[in-house]
Structure formats: C-alpha cells, structure tokens
C-alpha cells in the first residue's frame, strides 16, 4: 500500500502484544506470594493539647451563663366546644283525670224487721184452752174487717175421738194470748160450761162458721194477696200474733209454678183490705223483686216481716222546686 502503513507491520505489533499479555499472565498466578502482613499495634493516642491559660482579665470575669434552653412555644388548645343541652319541647300537662267516684251502694229495696220469739206465736193450729187450763180445741182461722183489725176467731171444737168436732167463730175480745213456753190461747169462758153450750146461750158470742156474714168481715188464711193491678202475690197460710192480741205478721205462700215454694212473712203493715164488688181482698205493694228478696220463713226459726222499702228522702231545695 502506498501513503499508509502496511498490513504485516500491523499484524505483527498485535503479535507481539498477544503475547505480552499472556507472559503477563502466568507470571501472576506462578510468582511467589508476599509475605503475610503482620498486624500492627494501635498507635496510643496522643495527649489533647491543653487550651492556653487565659489571661487574668479573662480569668477574673465572670463565667458567662449557660445558654438558656430554647424555650418552646406554648401550644394553645381550642377551647373545647360547648355542649349545648336541647331544651325537651314544652307540653302541656295532662288533664288532672278527677277519681272515680265510690261505688253508690243501692238503695235496699226492703225493710226487716226482727219479731220477738218470746212475745209472738203463729195463729194456725195453736191450743185453745178454758181458764182452768183445759185444752178445748184448735185455732184454724181468724176474720179481719175493712181495717184490717181482726174481728172474729173460728176454733175447731174437739169432740170425742174426733167425733162431733165443730167450727165455731168467737169475738176477738174473748181470748188472751200468753207468754208461756205452752203459748196456749186462753177462751174466756164461765167455768164448768161448755163452749157449744154456750154459743146457743148468748147471741153474739159466737155461732156457727156457716152462719157468718162474708161481706163484711175477710177470712184471713187460705186468702189471697195480690197487688193493685190484680196479679197475685201468694197466699195466706198464718198470721203471726203477739202478745197483746195484735197482729205482726201475714205468713204467705209465694211459690208457683215456675218458682221454688218457700214462705215469707210480710209485715201487717205492708197489707191492706179493699173492698171489691165480691167482698173483700188482701193487697200489697210488694213487688216481685222484693218478694224475692225476702228471707224465707221457718217455724222454728227468727221471724223477719218484711216490708217496702220506703223511698229516700228527697232534699229541701228539690221539694221546693217540684212544689213550684
């Protein structure tokens, strides 16, 4: 090549380079190894050198004083928030709801009144005895007149056996009711004379149960008693008389057909007689609730008369407005 360098001039420094190299190489991994490196003692430290003395002015001043810590600011926290309360929404109290009133008893609609065993008797089926004690016969019945005052008694006359017994009718004023244990009835009579005798003997003081004047006296027992519209109340089946010959009581029968049989005894006065086109009646104004409500009668047990009830007393101010 002309004006370069030739190519075997270049091909051998790359030879020679090659192997340079590699002689480099081998003396490397085959030459000696250097001897190991002994560990070398620490050096001591060296003295830290003393600052100068200061000079007397410097030493006879004051020592300067420490800087003060960096005072860190003061954290100011917020407030804490007010805690508002909500005001509960106004409302009206309740109505003030006024007690029940009490219960209002009702008003008893009958009166009882309690008879004395000792100065009463039943009428029907009593002893009828003479003054000496002698026993005659028996009560079976007794005539009120328009008053309701009693008139007349009828006796059953015992005969012999049963035989010749006879009703006969005597005033009222003729006998006399006693508190005995016995509770006989007494017919005042003329000693040693019999009563049959002595019904032919003196008009008027007493004759034959057939002889006597239905319009004007009312035979009290097996009577009916109804009220004023006409429906029946019971009937009649004693009289309860006291003492003093005056009557107490009517025992009546109040059972029917749809209603238990018992006995109740009315109060006299809770009875009247009126006079009707066929004679006479017993009325009452008892109801049927009253009826009912009335004890039951027993012999041998304290008699209750029962009556109405009266109505309450109605107040001055309302009286006096009605009366206008």
């Known amino acids: 090549m002309s004006g370069g360098v030739p190519r075997h001039y270049v091909t051998r420094c790359i030879l020679v380079w090659t192997l340079l190299s590699a002689l480099a190489g081998c003396a490397l991994f085959s030459g000696p190894k250097p001897p190991?490196?002994?560990?070398q003692p620490a050096p001591a430290p060296e003295p830290e050198p003393e600052p100068p003395a200061a000079p007397a002015s410097e030493a006879s001043a004051p020592l300067p004083a420490p800087p003060k810590p960096r005072e860190v600011p003061e954290v100011h926290k917020a407030p804490p928030r007010p805690h508002?309360?909500?005001?509960?929404?106004?409302h009206e109290p309740p109505p003030e709801i006024p007690p029940p009133p009490a219960p209002v008893k009702p008003a008893p609609i009958i009166e009882t009144r309690l008879l004395s065993s000792t100065d009463t008797r039943s009428l029907l089926d009593a002893r009828v005895q003479r003054p000496d004690g002698k026993v005659?016969?028996?009560?079976?019945?007794?005539?009120?007149?328009?008053?309701?005052?009693?008139?007349?008694?009828?006796?059953?006359?015992?005969?012999?056996?049963?035989?010749?017994?006879?009703?006969?009718?005597?005033?009222?004023?003729?006998?006399k009711f006693s508190s005995t244990p016995k509770k006989a009835i007494t017919l005042d009579l003329p000693r040693g004379l019999p009563p049959a005798a002595e019904a032919t003997k003196k008009k008027g003081m007493a004759w034959s149960a057939d002889e006597?004047?239905?319009?004007?006296?009312?035979?009290?027992?097996?009577?009916?008693?109804?009220?004023?519209?006409?429906?029946?109340?019971?009937?009649?089946?004693?009289?309860?008389?006291?003492t003093h010959a005056t009557p107490q009581a009517a025992v009546l029968d109040v059972g029917s057909l749809i209603r238990e049989r018992r006995r109740i005894a009315a109060d006299w006065s809770a009875l009247r007689v009126v006079r009707k086109s066929d004679g006479l009646v017993v009325?009452?104004?008892?109801?049927?609730?009253?009826?009912?409500?009335?004890?039951?009668?027993?012999?041998?047990?304290?008699?209750h008369a029962v009556s109405p009830a009266k109505p309450p007393a109605r107040p001055a101010a309302a009286s006096a407005a009605s009366s206008r």
Do not use: C
């Open 84 to 90: 508002y309360r909500r005001t509960p929404p106004h």
């Open 36 to 39: 190991p490196v002994a560990q």
């Open 283 to 303: 009325q009452t104004d008892m109801t049927q609730a009253q009826v009912d409500a009335a004890p039951s009668y027993e012999p041998d047990q304290p008699v």
């Open 212 to 242: 006597r004047d239905g319009t004007s006296l009312l035979r009290l027992i097996d009577a009916t008693v109804e009220r004023g519209d006409g429906s029946r109340v019971g009937r009649v089946t004693d009289v309860i008389i006291d």
């Open 136 to 175: 005659i016969g028996r009560a079976i019945d007794m005539f009120v007149d328009q008053d309701g005052r009693p008139v007349e008694m009828m006796v059953n006359l015992s005969g012999f056996m049963g035989i010749g017994d006879r009703k006969v009718r005597f005033p009222w004023s003729a006998f």
